[in-house]
Nanobody, 121 residues
Framework: VQLQASGGGLAQAGGSLRVSCTAS?????MAWFRQARGKERAFVAA????????HYADSVRGRFTISRDSAKLTVNLQMNSLKPEDTAVYYC??????????????????WGQGTQVTVSS
């Protein structure tokens, strides 16, 4: 399975951006991770493909929304109320079957290319 990420860019604090990721085949779960400069890759959000069940990191809950378009095999991450600390390279990841360790990057088989999100203060 190949993942193609798109979106991101530059926004001011309090603004919004969206990143999307399209899969080339069936998946069980898709997630977004982010890596800020000098920091480790961190879990952001995940969505179980079958029932749309979602998970969020505490740092983004209530501000970010992950959703899926089953027909297009696409997952969107809508990011609202952005903060400068949201600045990072965002990566989408997927695996064929849902795993309860959705927050663990090592559980994911497929990765998209990163897309930069920059939030200015």
């Amino acid at each position: 399975v190949q993942l193609q990420a798109s979106g991101g860019g530059l926004a001011q604090a309090g603004g919004s951006l969206r990143v999307s990721c399209t899969a080339s085949g069936r998946i069980g779960v898709m997630a977004w991770f982010r890596q800020a400069r000098g920091k480790e890759r961190a879990f952001v959000a995940a969505i179980r493909w079958g029932d749309g069940n979602t998970h969020y990191a505490d740092s983004v809950r209530g501000r970010f929304t992950i959703s899926r378009d089953s027909a297009k095999l696409t997952v969107n991450l809508q990011m609202n109320s952005l903060k400068p600390e949201d600045t990072a390279v965002y990566y989408c990841a997927a695996r064929p079957v849902y795993n309860v360790q959705y927050w663990n990057s090592e559980q994911y088989n497929f990765w998209g290319q990163g897309t930069q999100v920059t939030v200015s203060s």
